[in-house]
């Protein structure tokens, strides 16, 4: 029997909440890889430490868009820092948000501040921006670079927790919702951030290659291989973890068991058993095992990668949209399930959200015509090279 009650037959989460913790995952994993650089010292990374460094400012920008757009009232996001209440979990994410937004925008000031005071002695409306960037403090010395790289050092390792709780923050923000059988799991929030990770490495890979291709840059194979093998061990952990959250509920044997059991094999069979785990998982780890576990040509290897990062980016936004959306077709009846189709040019519809995912891309670019994201590249003049 097919019963559903009445206030359960639209879905009222939808495709914001969905891009919401995408957001939020590509900004945590790229802030992960740029540390990995300025913390652990991993020096082969350095060709995309400034840009993933970047890309995580950016992405954390646009990373309340979405929530923005859902609120009936937007503006009353603004209470949670004039009428503070810590015990409130969502209001918990806006002081998150908000001290990891600030320390981000230090990083990047402390990286990119030689290249900003170079930029702010030419003539123009930019270097003057630039200029008020630097505080009108044009000393640039070899110890003002040594303290740069200390500070930009401790920021970077402090980081780290503020990221994996940005982004923890949302898994637990469902996990801890008891009465929704699909969501209520501890292991919910360790599994977004595996899960982050992956889509931020995948994006920077996908964003490189891109970039290089357009450029005509050379791909650094030390650094793109060294991406890939962090990509696969990540996707490793993060599917292994979605996989013993699904035998953990099997194993239960709860009553809400066979009613999950039927929504995986009926109304999310497609999204989640095919697309997710069988097309976007199996078919990348295989690429990524090739990749490292043989030795390949650079153009096979990298072919491999870039279709291996652009699945894994699609296999991160399926595992949001089963859960988000997935989660909410169950009756709180237990008796059946209700159906959601996503609109096209609705507020929250899926124009609005391409548009949404698009605008930091081209923030991204203006970005790079300011302070330059690939220095390194730029200056050796490196000959074009095809992937």
């Known amino acids: ?124 409306f930019l270097p003057w921006i630039c200029r008020i960037v630097v505080l009108f403090n044009y000393k640039d010395t070899p110890e003002t670079r040594e303290a740069d790289h200390r500070v930009t050092k401790f920021l970077a390792g402090l980081g780290i927790p503020l990221a994996c709780m940005l982004h923890g923050y949302v898994g637990f923000l469902f996990g801890s919702i008891k009465a929704n059988p699909w969501w209520a799991t501890p292991m919910m929030f360790i599994i977004f951030i595996f899960s982050a990770i992956v889509s931020g490495i995948s994006v920077l890979i996908f964003h490189y290659f891109i970039v290089s291709r357009i450029n005509g840059w050379k791909i650094d194979a030390a650094c793109v291989r060294s991406l890939a093998r962090y990509l696969w061990a990540f996707m490793m952990v993060a599917v292994a973890l979605e996989m013993m959250e699904l035998l953990s509920i099997a194993y239960e044997q709860t009553e809400a068991t066979d009613v999950l059991g039927l929504l995986i094999r009926t109304k999310l069979f497609w999204s989640y058993v095919v697309l997710q785990f069988m097309v976007c998982s199996l078919v990348p780890f295989i690429m990524l095992a090739v990749t490292a576990l043989f030795r390949l040509s650079d153009r096979v290897a990298y072919a491999l990668i870039w279709l291996s990062s652009c699945m894994l980016l699609a296999q991160v936004l399926l595992m949001r949209w089963n859960v988000v959306i997935g989660g909410q077709l169950v009756s709180k009846s237990m008796r059946g399930f209700t159906s959601y189709m996503p609109g096209v040019w609705e507020k929250e519809g899926l124009i609005t959200a391409a548009v949404i995912f698009t605008l930091p891309f081209g923030i991204l670019y203006v970005f790079h015509r300011i302070v330059s994201l690939f220095p390194d590249v730029e200056k050796e003049g490196i000959p074009p090279h095809g992937v």
């Open 1 to 124: 029997m097919n019963y559903v009650f009445p206030n359960e037959l639209h879905v009222t989460w939808t495709v914001m909440i969905v891009l919401y913790p995408y957001i939020t995952g590509l900004v945590a994993g790229a802030f992960i890889v740029s540390s990995l650089y300025h913390v652990f010292g991993r020096e082969e990374l350095k060709p995309i430490s400034r840009f993933s460094l970047a890309s995580a400012f950016v992405f954390l920008l646009f990373a309340t868009l979405p929530l923005l757009m859902h609120l009936g009232h937007p503006e009353r996001a603004f209470n949670i820092m004039l009428t503070p209440h810590f015990t409130s979990a969502m209001a918990g994410f806006g002081y998150i948000y908000t001290t990891y937004l600030i320390l981000v925008a230090l990083e990047i000031w402390f990286v990119m501040r030689c290249d900003l005071i170079k930029r702010a002695q030419e003539s123009g």
